[in-house]
């Protein structure tokens, strides 16, 4: 299957910091990359869907300016939690697909910790 | 408003036994359903899926069985196997648009 790389898999930070967590599609071109937050024991919760080239599109009651999506290649899509504080600590997850592709296939996930 | 409901939350079963997982749906748009695996601190990994126009699709242990009439689906896990233990999710999709998960469901396979 198509493979995602996600970086980095732990980030511990300080509150009130910024913290960017990249997604790589490496073998396929990535039209549409989507981030998701995860809480413990929890099922995966849509955060935005992003298209190469354009703004990402924010899920209802996730702040866009607290939570910047960027994804300026077919290969490559960051999210930048800005002024991190301790609520936001969560298991953070990408995912990407092609273009007329069903399939969607996940990062391994980054679990940011904020203290 | 929870588009896919999936049950049970927990399961136990012992190796070799049928680990079975249900999900039920209320959008009739929906076109995709896969199914996810994941074990802690990783992503989701792809499973199985299947298309509304069939009522089963196998690989390896792998099942999922289709009811469309009853919007409903579920996987089976045959000769379970402790390795097996994880977490997996259902999740539906419409042409187009994203996907749309259930509640997940542990699977804990004792040797």
């Known amino acids: 299957g198509a493979v995602v790389s996600q970086h980095p898999s732990r980030v511990i930070c300080k509150s009130g910091t910024s913290v960017k967590i990249e997604c790589r599609s490496l073998?396929?071109?990535?039209?549409?990359m989507f981030w998701y937050r995860q809480f413990p024991k929890q099922s995966l919760m849509l955060m935005a869907t992003?298209?190469?080239?354009?703004?990402?599109?924010?899920e209802q009651g996730v702040e866009k300016d607290k939570f910047l999506i960027n994804h300026a290649s077919l290969t490559l899509s960051t999210l930048t939690v800005t002024s991190a504080h301790p609520e936001d600590s969560s298991f953070y997850i990408c995912?990407?697909?092609?273009?007329?592709?069903?399939?969607?296939?996940f990062g391994s996930g980054t679990q940011l910790s904020v203290l | 408003q929870q588009q896919v409901k999936q049950s049970p939350q927990s399961l136990i079963v012992q190796k070799g036994g049928i680990s079975i997982i249900n999900c039920a749906y209320e959008?009739?748009?929906?076109?995709?359903f896969p199914w996810y695996q994941q074990f802690p601190g990783k992503g989701p990994a792809l499973l199985i899926a299947?298309?509304?126009?069939?009522s089963e699709k196998k690989e390896g242990r792998f099942t999922i069985s289709f009811n469309k009439s009853a919007k409903q689906f579920s996987l089976h896990i045959m000769d379970s196997q402790p390795g097996d233990s994880a977490t997996y999710f259902c999740?539906?999709?419409?042409?187009?648009?994203?996907?749309?998960f259930g509640g997940g469901t542990r699977v804990l396979v004792k040797p």
């Open positions: 995912s990407a697909s092609s273009r007329g592709q069903e399939k969607l296939f």
């Open positions: 073998d396929f071109q990535a039209t549409t």
């Open positions: 992003s298209n190469e080239g354009s703004k990402a599109t924010y």
């Open positions: 959008n009739t748009a929906f076109d995709y």
């Open positions: 299947i298309r509304p126009d069939v």
């Open positions: 999740a539906a999709k419409a042409a187009g648009n994203k996907l749309t």
